[in-house]
T-cell receptor, first 115, second 117 residues
Framework: DVKVTQSSRYLVKRTGEKVFLECVQD?????MFWYRQDPGLGLRLIYF???????EKGDIPEGYSVSREKKERFSLILESASTNQTSMYLC??????????????FGPGTRLTVL | AQSVTQLGSHVSVSEGALVLLRCNYS??????LFWYVQYPNQGLQLLLK??????LVKGINGFEAEFKKSETSFHLTKPSAHMSDAAEYFC???????????????FGTGTLLAVQP
């Protein structure tokens, strides 16, 4: 089974702190994604990576950056956390293969609170 | 541009009753469609997917969905609800065609299903 793990289930940070959210997948997937989930808004794509060191902005990249130095690991960075970044963050991965690339596998999520 | 609309942010059914969760999509290309489920404090899990083969798709836990191109719908159904079905359900559409370059999905805003005893 595909396993996507996220470094923390719950995180509390202060405004202005630099925050790192880590995601690791163990199935050699090329694609990795970071979403944030807010009530009534569903999942919104923050960043996407299709290969090591390659990234694309999603729908809401402002205030975030990402790093993918190894194929299995995709990090989301909040350069200076703000209260409006309090949210649930979900990581996902998928294969590049044509018929499977839309089938995303999700981690358990990190619930981040910024005070 | 692709989009997906889930009608009803909250749906409540009695145990044993039919479950019907609605999803309508908009797509300029033949879409791939997905239903995911999220149990409390967990990530999303794939329920079922439509990838241009059979229009009636069966998934896990007794759920199924029918792709209706004329109605641009992909509603999720289950004949008999169980208490364990209480969760949030998300419909998603692919952002591009099967042969295209994109790998992204667009998610609906979710429907929270409550099952009453």
């Amino acid at each position: 089974d595909v396993k996507v793990t996220q470094s923390s289930r719950y995180l509390v940070k202060r405004t202005g702190e630099k925050v790192f959210l880590e995601c690791v997948q163990d199935m050699d997937h090329e694609n990795m994604f970071w979403y944030r989930q807010d009530p009534g808004l569903g999942l919104r794509l923050i960043y996407f990576s299709y290969d090591v060191k390659m990234k694309e902005k999603g729908d809401i990249p402002e205030g975030y950056s990402v790093s993918r130095e190894k194929k299995e690991r995709f990090s989301l960075i909040l350069e200076s956390a703000s209260t409006n970044q309090t949210s649930m963050y979900l990581c996902a991965s998928s294969l590049q293969a044509a018929r499977l690339r839309f089938e995303q596998f999700f981690g358990p999520g990190t619930r981040l609170t910024v005070l | 541009a692709q989009s997906v609309t889930q009608l009803g942010s909250h749906v409540s059914v009695s145990e044993g009753a039919l479950v019907l969760l609605r999803c309508n999509y908009s797509s300029s290309v033949p879409p791939y469609l997905f239903w995911y489920v999220q149990y409390p404090n967990q990530g999303l899990q794939l329920l079922l997917k439509y990838t241009s083969a059979a229009t009636l798709v069966k998934g896990i836990n007794g759920f199924e969905a029918e792709f209706k191109k004329s109605e641009t719908s992909f509603h999720l159904t289950k004949p008999s609800a169980h208490m364990s079905d209480a969760a949030e359900y998300f419909c998603a559409v692919s952002r591009g065609p099967y042969g295209g370059a994109t790998n992204k999905l667009i998610f609906g805003t979710g429907t929270l299903l409550a099952v009453q005893p």
